[in-house]
């Protein structure tokens, strides 16, 4: 079965960066898009970005537009969000999730998800 | 607030029928498919349901979902113990060219 697994959460301050990568296996990795989902402590789940395939196009929630890249390395089998400018808002645990396609688009969904890592933002 | 609607909490006995409701808009679920996640406590979501009301492998059938206009609704028939969990609907949107979720439901077996 489809394996995701994230790293590099922690502690940051906020205006810090950060950059989390999740690396999958189990799946050919370069046919599909790949995405970050986010909870706060206590709350729903928050899209937050999708790279496809090919990492020719890139997506973005408005709340971090700017702020986050997606990126991905096929020959790692690893895709990468890198943080910048965080804020308290930003602290959440953040999930990497394979999508069901090559696209991010309206024919698709996140089939298998992370077990995510914890980002928090506090001076 | 989250751009879908979904009730806070729901619960019923063992071996009930439970309904989840799912609302939305012409610009996501008007418009595009349904997937439902399943969070179990403590754990990274699920995917539960997809395109509406298909099963991916491995999930039971008494698992069940539909869609209407901009509404969808999740259905678990014969409720187990096993099934506390939050759940979480989700679609495509067109105008914000990404994934938009529900505010999560969680059910409760009595």
């Known amino acids: 079965e489809e394996q995701l697994l994230e790293s590099g959460g922690g502690l940051i301050q906020p205006g810090g960066s950060l950059r989390l990568s999740c690396g999958g296996s189990?799946?050919?990795?370069?046919?599909?898009?790949m995405s970050w989902v986010r909870q706060a402590p206590g709350k729903g789940l928050d899209w937050v970005s999708c790279?496809?395939?090919?990492?020719?196009?890139?997506f973005y929630a408005d709340s971090v537009k700017g702020r986050f890249t997606v990126s991905r390395d096929s020959s790692k089998n690893t895709v990468y969000l890198q943080m910048n400018s965080l804020r308290a808002e930003d602290t959440a645990i953040y999930y990497c999730?394979?999508?069901?396609?090559?696209?991010?688009?309206?024919?698709?969904?996140?089939?298998?998800w992370g077990q995510g890592t914890l980002v928090t933002v506090s001076s | 607030q989250s751009v879908l609607t979904q009730p806070p909490s729901v619960s019923e006995a063992p071996g009930q029928r439970v309904t989840i409701s799912c609302s939305g808009s012409?610009?996501?679920?008007?418009?595009?498919?349904v997937t439902w996640y399943q969070q179990l406590p403590g754990k990274a979501p699920k995917l539960l349901m997809y395109?509406?009301?298909l099963l991916p492998s491995g999930v039971s059938a008494r698992f069940s979902g539909s869609k209407s206009g901009t509404s969808a609704s999740l259905a678990i028939s014969g409720l187990q113990s096993e099934d506390e969990a939050d759940y979480y609907c989700?679609?495509?949107?067109?105008?914000?060219?990404?994934?938009?979720f529900g505010g999560g439901t969680k059910v409760t077996v009595l």
């Open positions: 999730a394979k999508v069901s396609e090559t696209y991010c688009s309206r024919s698709s969904h996140m089939d298998y």
């Open positions: 189990e799946f050919t990795f370069r046919k599909y898009g």
């Open positions: 790279i496809t395939a090919s990492g020719g196009s890139r």
């Open positions: 012409n610009s996501n679920i008007g418009d595009n498919a």
């Open positions: 395109d509406n009301n």
């Open positions: 989700s679609a495509w949107d067109d105008t914000l060219n990404g994934w938009v």
